[in-house]
Structures are given as structure tokens and as C-alpha cells.
């Protein structure tokens, strides 16, 4: 037994999570692809072959695009916002400053809470909390809840995520700040390197690796995100802040027409697949 | 080594998880001797209450074992099981709803035409839900939908309940000019408007089919704004949407917010369903709470909206029928149902329960059971989330225009069929 | 030169005060509420209890939640645990070979194709798989969760791998007689393990906060039910029991941050020392 795992060894250390991503994602996709090409409600196994009609309908559905919209801005805000606050905070974090074990831990806060948690929460502080501060303080625009409007939903969906998001990539962002090695610093502040030299020249190049693994994250998180939106807002108002994973639940659990919701997951994996795959070739090479 | 350690642990675990999964497939008969019935219950408000009518029924039929079963997100949960066969062997679900009429359809569910304890429902209640002349569900209480106000207050401004539709957009200037807020709306979720806007296009075209005749059997996309039914419904709506009928912040306002504005004095009017007064009671107000049904044009013409509530459904395979239906029988006597209504409130269709005649659904309830009592439209839909959206939309921004393409948009995938 | 300095020490202090009072005053609503009534609550949120109670804690107790709070941690260490024994392997394998052999490289990009899928489109047909093959439980449970962090922590143990992780190392192992099986567990396995600290914290994060899978998979028995899905459970559709909610929340944030503590050092320090050379 011994021998022929170290014979073939390279797929023998593969085997299982091989099987377990063709028997429980692959094959359930497939399922839902087939599902696609009817008009299947979801509820019982009646149903009829409707070809391409899902997919010709969906071209013109003003939901879908508005998701599509919504998931784009959500995803590149994520990213950015991630990228550039965490940095931010990371630098912070690492300068020499009180308390900063502290706030090291208190920062990363936020990721360990659930999603669902957190949302319940703001929703009550965007609905009550901030009226009452603009009241307060009479500015007209934060009297009304910000959920209430579709760019306030917008707007408040990327705080309650970023609220989140920012906390692993400052974590990350501050051990790649801590992997320069002390001689280059200091040879740079003798130099007389002055903040923007030091960040631009030294720090960034060594900070390259986790942009590039929080842009990764970012960009799962925004395509994936649902429990947030979920209780936040539930997708409102008038699906402003709904994304496609809270479409396609939608279609298939309130709007009990499975086989549509289908049509727009296997679209929404096909445009994820090209996405990746063009980043593998990208990413491999710019490899160091 | 240590892989290997960890390949026989992953095969006991294996050969563990299969021999679970067996025993759990064969929990559903005799533990003791007893016959065991899965009960699955969407109420979870009431969950105390009907454990209590259980250990009631477990008492006096002493060989049966009643399993009740509840879940947050119900209805999904219900919907992934029916799918993949594992059926409860009763269910308490929506009789008027797309996914019953759908199991129905498919052989879900035991056909109790005929059977006598559907005679225990006033004015044979089961019929309103018969999928093609046959009986599938026992609905033992319906909801209604209406308006709730403050009765105290009222009196002390000396306004009173309105009877028409006339009296009810004064009873609204009155308010106003007393000073008080008159509604405390939900703006955030759509559905709680889903029982005034059913009931302006009800009282505005005559009946329920009217109402569908006009939306949902008409040409596709034939709704248009320039249409005196839409025209009136919107009229109806206005005055839910008017600027200064609201409470602060109504557009951010969620279904609980909503309430505590109502229990809380901030507004005099809520309008909501039978299931709200559970969450009311809970804000303990001081004042007493009333309710008044919908007003027409004209006087005596109010009218109401819902379905089945607390209804059940006995599963078309289940292994304990007799089980199943000594239960659901036992749920048609007014002894349980007393119970239940004493803590929910609203109509209980079990003829023998004694309702409270100082009830706050007084007013509602009734109407519950009579030709006023209209069954909610989306009997005859697909679905309902986007109907909720474009009268919340309609409320925020007024726009005829776009309630009437909303409603379009919603209702043509429904007419691939016609014609 | 002193008061500039001095300028941009007070900025820092200012912009990290801000930020730390973002994230406390969520909190701060959360641990109020647990000590409140849900009327109370629901009326005024962001004040002080009143009247302060320790009802909700009761109910919590009374409800159980010690048994959900074991569940949970079950299902979490067990999902943990199968992870790092069978991705890691993985990784080091593609890590290896995917230069060489194209068949590799193609099973990699099959293997983290997922990452960007949200669940709810296999939501419907996976429920129905697992109650079909009889694992609407707790092992099926485990089972997905290492099926569903394949792509993420696959994805991250090949880049470390790969940057950090020389095969010098392998062909020095070798030659002193190791094979492959041995290399990979006493030499490769233990350099590891920054990227253990930080997958351990990603997905062990993700199992005990997740109420999706669970709400779906162990539905069918309330026993299996895990302490997100307790907490959830306060919440129907025309009530919410707020108070006891907010209990179970803190409950929950309570158990991660000690665990956070716990291991805060060995994350921060496994990430400098070479995640991200």
C-alpha cells in the first residue's frame, strides 16, 4: 500500500479532495445546469423542456442586470476599500505607537463576529442610530434611514461589508509590512528616504504578495456575498442592493421558478470561470 | 505512518456516518410501542402553545407519539424536504399558496374529500381551497387583514372607526389636524402593505376574481396608468403615501419598527394582519387596541383579506394514517382550539370556540368565514415578493407610471399561458 | 522636525481612536441588548439597559445552548482537522507538479473554480443529495464543509507553497532516503504552518459562524443543530425574540475571541515569519 502511494504519489494526495469536488459541487452543478434548460418550479419533479427560453429571457431582465451592476460596484468598492484601508491601518499598526498590541487585537475584531450578526446590528444603527445623531446635530440629509434610499442601501451594504472585510487584510498586510528586514529600513532613513519614498519604493514592493492575495479575497467576497445583504437590507429597496447570489436564491425560494434561477448561476459561473482562468495565465506570469 | 493512522480512522468514520444515517431512517416508527407522527409547524410564534394542545392529545390517545417539528426559515426548509421525499407526516401550511396548490397537483398530499370532520369548519371553510373538487387541507384558523388603531386615543380626540371609504380619508385630515402621525408603515418591507393594497383593488373592482381578472387574466402587459381601476387603487394608496400620513423615518421603517411605532403613540393607524397582535401585545401598550376592516364605497360593505392559518395537510405516504388523522381530527374539536385561540387571536374556523367578544380583531374577525372574507390573490399567482416591492415603491415615490410597469413586469411571465 | 513629528504621532493615535470606536459601538449595542428585555430593545436601542436583566442568559440556558455550543465546536474542530490533512497534501502535490505534467495545472484550476460561486447555486440539488444518501446530519455536514474550502485553502497553501517552500528541500531529503510520504510529513508539513495558523482561522471562522448549510442539512432533528442555527431560531417571520438573540450573540463572540486570543501570537508571528516573504 505504502509503495503505491509514494509510486503515484502526486495523485494519490489528490484523490480525495478530487472526489469530494466532483461528488459534491461538480455534479450538483451539472444538476443545476440541466435544471436550466426548463422551467422547473422547485417544488415537485414536474417540469418541461424549455431550451434556451431561460437564458433568452434573462438577456432582457432588468433584475438581472441591476444585480449584475450592484455585485460589480460591491466587488471593486471591497477591493479597493480593502486594499487601501487595510494598508493604511496596517501602517498604522506597525509605527511605533502605544497600545498597539491592543489595537492590533481590537481591529481584528470585526472577522470574527457572523455576518448575520453584524447586520442585524447596523441595520438598527443606520434605522435609528444615525436619524437621531442628524437630528441632533440638525444635518438634513442623515435625518432619513440611509436604507431607505436605493444609493443610501447601496452605501450602507459596502460599509457593513468593509465594517468586516478590512479586518483579515490589515492582519495580513501588517506580518508583510513586518517582513522587511530592519537593515533595508534603516538604510533607507539614513538615506533621508522621506514617508511617500519609503512607502512607494521599499514597502510596496513587499507588500505585492498580499495585494495580491487580499484581491483575491475581496473579489470572493463580493461575488459570494449574501448573508450580509440578506439581513441588512433583503435585497431592497426595489433590488437595488441585490446581488446575484441573493437573486438566484430569490428566483428559486420566493419566486419558486428553479430552473430560471439555474439559468442565472451557470451564467454567473461561466463569467467567473473566463474570469479565473485569464487571472491564472496573468498571475503566472508576473511570478517572482 | 500517521496517514495511515488517519485513511482507518476516515474508514470507521465512514462506515459510522452510514450506520447513523440508518438508525436515523428508522426512528419514525415505534420507540416504546408507540406510534410516532412528525408534525411539521410553521407558526413558530405559537410553538408553546401547541406543545401544550399535544401533551392534551398525547393524554387521551396514549399509544400515539406526536414529534413536532420547528424551524427557523420554514417554509424553505419544507420546500428542500418535499423534494427529496421526506415528508412530514402532517404539515401545517398555506393553503392558498403556489406551492400547496403545486404538492397537491403532484400526489403530496392524502385526499380528505368527504371525510366528517371537515364538517366541523363553519360554512364548510375546507372548500375555499379544494384542487380540483378534492379536499387537501383542514384550515383551522384563517388570518384577516385590516386596520389596527388606537383606540384610546381616538376617543379622547372623539374620532371614530370610519364605515366608508369617505369617512376614512376625513378620519385621516382629522388626525392630522389633532396633531397626531396617522400611520405607522413598514416602508422597508413591502408585504405588510400586501393586505390594504389587495384590499383597495378588492373594493375597487367588487371582489377578488375582479381584481385578478383585471391583472392577472388580462393581455400581458395590458396594465396601464391610464386605467380608472389602477387610477382609483392608486388614489387608495395615496393615502398611506401623502406626505405627513407617516411616522419619522417610515421609508427605513422595518415590520417591528413599525409596530413599536404604532404601540408606542407615535402614530394612531397600522395597517397589518391578524399575526401582528402577538408582536403588539408583547410591546405592552397602554392603551387599548382596536381594529376596523377595510370601508368601501358604500356603509356595510367592509371587507377583509387572508386564508388558512394554521392549516394542515397529511402527507399521501405516510406510514401512520390513522395516527395522522386521529391528530388532525382531534385538532378540528373546539378544546385545543380554544387554546389556541385564547393566546393568537385570530378567527378560528372550529365551529365551538368561543371568541372573545372584547376581542381587538372584533371587527375582523367578523367578517372571517362570510363573502367578505376574500382569499388572498396570489392564490391564482406564481409568486408575490414583487407585488410587494411595487406597492412599496408605489408608496415612496407616487409614480403611476412605474406601479403600472411593475406590475406588467410581474404578471406577464404568469400569462405565457393565456390565450 | 520634533513638532512634525509630534503632528503625525497625534494623527495616528486620532484616526486609530475613530476606527476603534467604529467597531466598538456595534458591540457595545450587542452586549446591552443581551441585558435587555426585547421590548426594551426594540424601543430604545442604543440605551442604557432598563430595566437590566439577566433573563435572557437564563433562557439561554434553559433553551440549551450548551448542547448547540458543543455541536458547533464539534463540527468546527472535526472540519479543521480533515482539512489540514487532506488540502495541505494537495497542495504540495500541485505545488510540485503542475510545471511539469499539464494534468496537474488543469486539476488545479478545476479544484479552485469554486472559490468564486456563491452556495445558493447548489443550494436546492445538494440539500436533496445529502437527504437522499442518508447525510442530513452532522457528518454531512463536516463532509461539505471540507468539499466547500478546498478552493480558497487549496488556493493558499499552493502560493506559499510555491514561493516559499523550496523542492531543494525535497531532493535533500531524498537523497538521505526519505520518500515521498515521509518528506511531505516530517520536512514539508511542519514548514507549513503560518499558512496553518491562517487557513485554520479563515475557515474555523466560517464553520462556526455559518447558519446556511446547517439551516439546511440538519434541520430534520434538533438535537444536531448547531449554535448559529440556535440563534436564529429567536428570529420568525412576524416576531423577533430579541432579547435572548442578542444573549446567544454574545455567547458566540465571547467563545471566538478567547480562541482568537489564544492564538493571536502564533498567527501574527506565523504570518511575519514567512507567509509573505
Redesign the interface.
Known amino acids: 500500500m505504502r509503495k503505491i502511494i509514494n509510486k503515484y504519489w502526486g495523485w494519490a494526495f489528490l484523490i480525495v479532495p478530487l472526489l469530494l469536488q466532483a461528488i459534491f459541487f461538480y455534479f450538483p452543478m451539472f444538476q443545476g445546469a440541466f435544471y436550466s434548460f426548463t422551467n422547473w418550479t422547485g417544488l415537485t419533479y414536474n417540469f418541461d423542456f424549455v431550451g434556451l427560453n431561460n437564458y433568452i429571457i434573462l438577456m432582457s431582465d432588468s433584475k438581472f442586470v441591476k444585480a449584475i451592476g450592484f455585485t460589480l460596484i460591491l466587488t471593486v468598492s471591497l477591493i479597493v476599500g480593502e486594499i487601501v484601508i487595510g494598508i493604511l491601518i496596517a501602517r498604522l499598526l506597525n509605527s511605533k505607537i502605544k497600545g498597539r498590541t491592543f489595537f492590533r487585537a481590537w481591529y481584528f475584531f470585526p472577522a470574527v463576529l457572523s455576518g448575520l450578526t453584524v447586520s442585524l446590528i447596523f441595520k438598527q444603527v443606520f434605522n435609528y442610530g444615525l436619524p437621531a445623531i442628524g437630528q441632533a446635530l440638525n444635518i438634513g440629509w442623515l435625518q432619513e434611514s440611509l436604507l431607505g434610499s436605493t444609493s443610501g442601501a447601496v452605501f450602507a451594504a459596502i460599509f457593513v461589508l468593509l465594517w468586516q472585510g478590512v479586518a483579515m487584510p490589515i492582519i495580513i498586510f501588517l506580518a508583510g509590512l513586518q517582513s522587511i528586514p530592519e537593515e533595508i529600513i534603516e538604510a533607507s532613513a539614513i538615506d533621508g528616504a522621506n514617508s511617500q519614498q519609503t512607502f512607494f519604493s521599499i514597502e510596496l514592493p513587499y507588500l505585492l504578495p498580499s495585494i495580491s492575495m487580499v484581491f483575491i479575497m475581496a473579489l470572493k467576497g463580493g461575488l459570494t456575498a449574501f448573508d450580509q445583504i440578506f439581513a441588512l437590507t433583503g435585497g431592497g429597496p426595489s433590488n437595488s442592493t441585490t446581488s446575484i447570489g441573493l437573486l438566484v436564491y430569490n428566483y428559486a425560494f420566493k419566486s419558486n421558478q428553479y430552473g430560471y434561477a439555474n439559468a442565472i448561476a451557470i451564467v454567473l459561473f461561466l463569467i467567473i470561470a473566463v474570469v479565473s482562468i485569464i487571472q491564472i495565465r496573468l498571475s503566472r506570469r508576473f511570478e517572482i | 505512518m500517521?496517514?495511515?493512522k488517519?485513511l482507518r480512522y476516515l474508514g470507521i468514520?465512514s462506515a459510522?456516518?452510514?450506520a447513523?444515517?440508518?438508525c436515523?431512517?428508522t426512528e419514525e416508527t415505534s420507540t416504546n410501542g408507540k406510534t410516532v407522527i412528525e408534525f411539521f409547524n410553521q407558526k413558530?410564534?405559537m410553538e408553546g402553545t401547541l406543545e401544550e394542545i399535544i401533551q392534551d392529545f398525547e393524554k387521551s390517545h396514549p399509544d400515539i407519539d406526536v414529534q413536532m417539528?420547528s424551524?427557523?426559515?420554514a417554509?424553505?426548509?419544507l420546500?428542500?424536504?418535499?423534494?427529496?421525499?421526506?415528508v412530514p407526516d402532517v404539515i401545517n401550511l398555506y393553503p392558498q399558496n403556489?406551492?400547496f396548490q403545486?404538492?397537491a397537483?403532484?400526489g403530496?398530499f392524502y385526499d380528505m374529500t368527504g371525510q366528517d370532520y371537515l364538517d366541523n369548519l363553519k360554512n364548510q371553510y375546507a372548500d375555499k381551497y379544494a384542487i380540483n373538487g378534492k379536499v387537501y387541507n383542514v384550515p383551522l384558523t384563517a388570518n384577516v387583514s385590516g386596520i389596527y388603531y388606537n383606540k384610546t386615543k381616538f376617543e379622547a380626540l372623539g374620532l371614530k372607526a370610519p364605515e366608508t371609504w369617505d369617512e376614512f380619508v376625513q378620519l385621516v385630515d382629522d388626525i392630522k389636524v389633532a396633531g397626531e402621525t396617522p400611520f405607522a408603515i413598514a416602508?422597508?418591507?413591502g408585504w405588510t402593505l400586501n393586505g390594504y393594497h389587495q384590499l383597495s383593488l378588492i373594493t375597487t373592482t367588487g371582489s377578488a376574481d375582479a381584481a385578478n381578472e383585471y391583472l392577472r387574466y388580462s393581455q400581458p402587459s395590458s396594465i396601464s396608468a391610464d386605467d380608472d381601476i389602477l387610477k382609483a387603487d392608486a388614489a387608495k394608496l395615496d393615502l398611506l403615501a401623502d406626505e405627513g400620513n407617516q411616522q419619522?423615518?417610515?421609508?427605513?421603517?422595518?415590520?417591528?419598527?413599525a409596530?413599536?411605532a404604532f404601540t408606542?403613540e407615535d402614530a394612531l393607524m397600522t395597517t397589518n394582519g391578524s399575526?401582528?397582535l402577538?408582536?403588539m401585545r408583547?410591546?405592552?401598550p397602554t392603551f387599548e387596541i382596536s381594529t376596523f376592516a377595510f370601508p368601501d364605497e358604500e356603509h356595510g360593505q367592509s371587507a377583509t383579506v387572508g386564508a388558512g392559518d394554521l392549516a394542515l395537510s397529511i402527507a399521501a405516504e405516510t406510514e401512520n394514517l390513522e395516527a395522522a388523522e386521529t391528530f388532525v381530527a382531534y385538532m378540528t374539536t373546539p378544546e385545543p382550539m380554544q387554546k389556541y385561540y385564547d393566546v393568537d387571536g385570530s378567527p378560528v374556523a372550529v365551529i365551538g370556540v368561543e371568541e372573545d367578544s372584547d376581542s381587538p380583531l372584533k371587527a375582523l374577525n367578523e367578517l372571517a368565514f362570510t363573502d367578505k372574507h376574500y382569499v388572498w390573490m396570489a392564490q391564482h399567482w406564481?409568486?408575490?415578493?414583487?407585488f410587494f416591492?411595487a406597492t412599496?415603491?408605489y408608496l415612496?415615490t407616487q409614480d403611476l407610471e412605474a406601479l403600472a410597469d411593475e406590475l406588467n413586469?410581474f404578471f406577464n411571465p404568469m400569462k405565457a399561458d393565456l390565450d | 522636525m520634533k513638532n512634525e513629528e509630534r503632528f503625525n504621532l497625534i494623527w495616528k493615535y486620532v484616526l486609530l481612536i475613530v476606527g476603534a470606536i467604529l467597531i466598538l459601538i456595534p458591540l457595545l449595542a450587542t452586549v446591552f441588548s443581551s441585558f435587555k428585555t426585547t421590548q426594551d430593545i426594540m424601543q430604545h436601542f442604543f440605551a442604557f439597559p432598563n430595566p437590566a436583566t439577566l433573563d435572557n442568559y437564563a433562557r439561554l440556558i434553559a433553551d440549551g445552548i450548551g448542547h448547540y455550543f458543543w455541536n458547533s465546536a464539534v463540527i468546527t474542530v472535526l472540519s479543521v482537522i480533515l482539512v489540514t490533512l487532506f488540502i495541505p497534501a494537495a497542495a504540495y502535490s500541485i505545488a510540485r507538479n503542475m510545471s511539469k505534467h499539464k494534468a496537474f495545472a488543469i486539476m488545479y484550476s478545476l479544484l479552485i473554480l469554486g472559490i468564486f460561486v456563491p452556495f445558493q447555486v447548489i443550494m436546492i440539488p445538494i440539500t436533496v443529495m445529502m437527504s437522499r444518501l442518508g447525510l442530513a446530519n452532522m457528518w454531512g455536514l463536516i463532509i461539505l464543509y471540507l468539499t466547500y474550502a478546498i478552493p480558497q485553502t487549496l488556493f493558499l497553501y499552493v502560493g506559499y507553497i510555491k514561493l516559499s517552500v523550496p523542492d531543494t528541500l525535497d531532493e535533500a531529503a531524498m537523497i538521505d532516503g526519505a520518500d515521498r510520504f515521509t518528506t511531505y510529513r516530517k520536512i514539508i508539513f511542519p514548514m507549513l504552518k503560518p499558512m496553518h495558523a491562517t487557513t485554520l482561522i479563515i475557515n474555523a471562522l466560517w464553520f462556526w459562524n455559518d447558519f446556511m448549510l446547517p439551516l439546511l442539512i440538519l434541520n430534520k432533528n434538533a438535537e444536531m443543530w448547531t449554535l448559529p442555527l440556535f440563534q436564529y431560531n429567536y428570529t420568525g417571520q412576524y416576531f423577533n425574540d430579541y432579547g435572548p438573540s442578542f444573549a446567544s450573540y454574545v455567547v458566540g463572540i465571547i467563545t471566538i475571541t478567547i480562541v482568537y486570543l489564544i492564538f493571536q501570537k502564533n498567527i501574527i508571528s506565523g504570518m511575519s515569519n514567512g507567509a509573505i516573504k
Open positions: 500517521e496517514r495511515f488517519k468514520a459510522s456516518v452510514l447513523l444515517a440508518a436515523g431512517n413558530k410564534e417539528t424551524v427557523p426559515d417554509g424553505t426548509v420546500k428542500t424536504r418535499m423534494l427529496s421525499g421526506d403556489i406551492d403545486e404538492w397537483n403532484a403530496f416602508g422597508t418591507e419619522a423615518n417610515w421609508k427605513g421603517a422595518s415590520y417591528n419598527d409596530i413599536v408606542s399575526w401582528a402577538a408582536a408583547q410591546q405592552e406564481t409568486s408575490e415578493d414583487d416591492t412599496a415603491n415612496m413586469a
